[in-house]
Antibody
């Protein structure tokens, strides 16, 4: 059964870089046909898609965040990562990872990242 | 970006009611529309993909329809476990975008 699990720092200072990892179990991230996404949800608000990486390593980022986002993959560890630079309080959110093809499924449980000094 | 508009933003219903949620895209997305259910403190779960295909393991009381710009999610007979927030999402083109959500509450 495919499972995804986010991990990383839960508290980041303003202007610093948020770093999260999504560990994938139950399937190889290198298998074709899927992309691997990051999504976020500010407390009490809706969902925002951040970007994805294909098994090939090619990436696509939401233009609203593109200048600050990097998504990478570590095939040896079967995981992919998110870095978001120059964070502000507006980046406080639950961050989710998910597999994508005809929608996002499954999702990780999510991890809350708070931006605060 | 394609804008996804959901309505209503919230509704109150009773167990056994038939519930319909609408999602409208700002341009045609063919049938590239997904519905999710999210319960408090949990990640969203896919219910419907390609507008009308039921996710494996999801109750058949959920159904989706539509194409182009207008889509609906219907719950044929609302059950206690269905009280949640529902989101639509287009996967027609990047950036993928979500509707604002519909919160289904107990009447």
């Amino acid at each position: 059964q495919l499972q995804l699990q986010e991990s990383g720092s839960g508290l980041v200072k303003p202007s610093q870089t948020l770093s999260l990892t999504c560990a994938v179990s139950g399937a190889s991230i290198s298998n074709g046909g899927y992309s691997w996404s990051w999504i976020r949800q500010p407390p009490g608000k809706g969902l925002e898609w951040i970007g994805y990486i294909y098994h090939s390593g090619s990436t696509y980022y939401n233009p609203s965040l593109k200048s600050r986002v990097t998504i990478s993959v570590d095939r040896s560890k079967n995981q992919f990562s998110l870095k978001l630079s120059s964070v502000t309080a507006a980046d406080t959110a639950v961050y989710y990872c998910a597999r994508e093809r005809a929608g996002l499924d499954p999702w990780g449980q999510g991890t809350l990242v708070t931006v605060s000094s | 970006d394609i804008q996804m508009t959901q309505f209503p933003s919230s509704l109150s219903a009773s167990v056994g009611d038939r519930v319909t949620i609408t999602c409208r895209a700002s341009q045609s997305i063919n049938r590239n529309l997904i519905w999710y259910q999210q319960k408090p403190g949990k990640a969203p779960e896919r219910l419907i993909y390609t507008a009308s295909s039921l996710q494996s393991g999801v109750s058949s009381r959920f159904s989706g329809s539509g194409s182009g710009t207008d889509f609906t999610l219907t719950i044929s007979s609302l059950q206690p476990e269905d009280f949640a927030t529902y989101y639509c999402q287009q996967s027609y083109t990047t950036p993928f975008t979500f509707g604002g959500g519909t919160k289904v509450q107990i009447k």
